[in-house]
């Protein structure tokens, strides 16, 4: 294993570069990210990431030889003091580890069109909550979506508080940054647009979603813009008995995910 150095002020060069990361310009342009807690950076070894560095506390030694000390071949590690934990972290109660890992480069570059015929594909159009997107995130996980596509006034994919909320999903999940055009060459590709609609005349159990599909969630307040409204394929309503108003986005999207799995399932073993 690679020799742990020891970093005990604030105001260390690396630290200070480090910090920047929790700003969405700075992550950008260095290409990286901060992973804080064990069980976090251990699925994103696991998911076999780019971790360039790794800070942790010398009380949590025994957690660092457990959970991350086996996948350590050629990363930087540092035993940090509290203080420097305390400045990287985000959370009142810091678990003592964080990570920088490398955002992907496919988070850059065109989606690699598959030819499959039950692909599926969720666009985000301004969706700004950071714990929705995180659950988001582990549904179309769970339910074998191919990746996430980022519309314009979408919240930062790689924020503390969406990969917190994703519980490590987002380490399986391929994100696509270039929004516009990633879904124009889907929808060329011959890829169905689907959005959540009030004016949609059947509900989603009516509709079929088992083909190359893309399902489009909007913003919380306002919804799917119009723009993307208007190269809808196909309008789905949520059934709502109730007579509550709408529903939360990350709810709203899992109940579509898991009604294409179930669907798939059926014409499976139909």
């Known amino acids: ?13 690396k630290i200070r570069a480090f910090k920047k990361l929790k700003e969405k310009k700075h992550r950008t342009k260095e290409g990286l990210y901060l992973v804080e807690g064990f069980r976090l950076l251990e699925e994103a070894f696991k998911a076999g990431k780019t971790v360039h560095a790794v800070l942790y506390t010398e009380e949590k030694e025994e957690d660092f030889s457990r959970y991350i000390r ?7 590690v540092y035993l940090a003091s509290q203080d420097v ?3 990287l972290s985000s959370t009142v109660h810091p678990q003592g580890i964080i990570g920088i890992v490398s955002i992907d480069e496919s988070s850059f570059t065109d989606i690699p069109i598959s030819y ?9 159009d301004g969706l700004q909550d950071p714990g929705n997107f995180g659950t988001i995130i582990r549904s179309a996980h769970a339910s074998g979506a191919k990746g996430i596509i980022l519309g314009r006034n979408t919240v930062d994919a790689f924020s503390e508080k969406v990969i917190r909320s994703s519980m490590g999903s987002i380490f399986h999940m391929p994100i696509y940054q270039n929004g516009e055009e990633m879904l124009s060459r889907l929808l060329a590709k011959g890829y169905q647009l689907a959005v959540t609609s009030l004016l949609a005349k059947k509900n989603l159990y009516h509709e079929d979603l ?7 969630i909007g913003n919380e307040g306002s919804g799917i813009t119009e723009e993307i409204a208007q190269k809808a394929d196909t309008l789905l309503k949520i059934p709502m008995p109730g007579g509550a108003e709408s529903l939360n986005a990350a709810v709203a999207a899992s109940i579509v995910l898991f009604e294409r799995v179930r669907q798939l399932e059926w014409t499976q073993f139909s």
Do not use: C
């Open 1 to 13: 294993m690679t020799n742990i150095q020891h970093i005990e002020s604030r105001n260390n060069g």
């Open 116 to 124: 499959e015929d039950t692909s599926l594909f969720i666009y985000l």
């Open 210 to 216: 088992t083909g190359n599909l893309i399902v489009a």
């Open 85 to 87: 934990i305390m400045e």
């Open 70 to 76: 086996p996948y350590i071949e050629r990363e930087e």
